[in-house]
């Protein structure tokens, strides 16, 4: 079965940029939609960014938009979260997941719409 595997989190400084990484043990062309959402404790998971298959669609949250980049590498098998001027409401886990039913499109914002999830990466913003 395929895994996913987040890295890349940390302590950072606030005005920080961080580039979190998500592998799959197989082939990430296998897998369609990829998305990266977060959840701070005590809060509800939230939908962070989106991508489909081939990399030409992407979608993100209000609160991340303009700072957040959402990319994949195929050939890597790699799904990346580039994120910018970061503050203390960007600390929560990040979790990966991956959609498994063929779609061209990027606009799932659920987490019920993805059947495959990582374990998920700690992102803490502080001074």
């Known amino acids: 079965q395929v895994q996913l595997a987040e890295s890349g989190g940390g302590l950072v400084q606030p005005g920080a940029s961080v580039r979190l990484s998500c592998i799959a043990s197989?082939?990430?062309?296998?897998?369609?939609?990829m998305g990266w959402f977060r959840q701070a404790p005590g809060k509800e998971r939230e939908f962070v960014a989106a991508i489909n298959r081939n990399g030409g669609a992407t979608t993100y949250g209000d609160s991340v938009k303009g700072r957040f980049t959402i990319s994949r590498d195929n050939a890597k098998n790699t799904v990346y979260l580039g994120m910018n001027s970061l503050g203390p409401e960007d600390t929560a886990v990040y979790s990966c997941?991956?959609?498994?039913?063929?779609?061209?499109?990027?606009?799932?914002?659920?987490?019920?719409?993805?059947?495959?999830w990582g374990q998920g990466t700690q992102v803490t913003v502080s001074s």
């Open positions: 197989a082939h990430s062309s296998d897998l369609y939609t």
């Open positions: 997941a991956a959609r498994l039913i063929p779609s061209s499109s990027s606009l799932y914002y659920r987490p019920s719409e993805y059947q495959l």
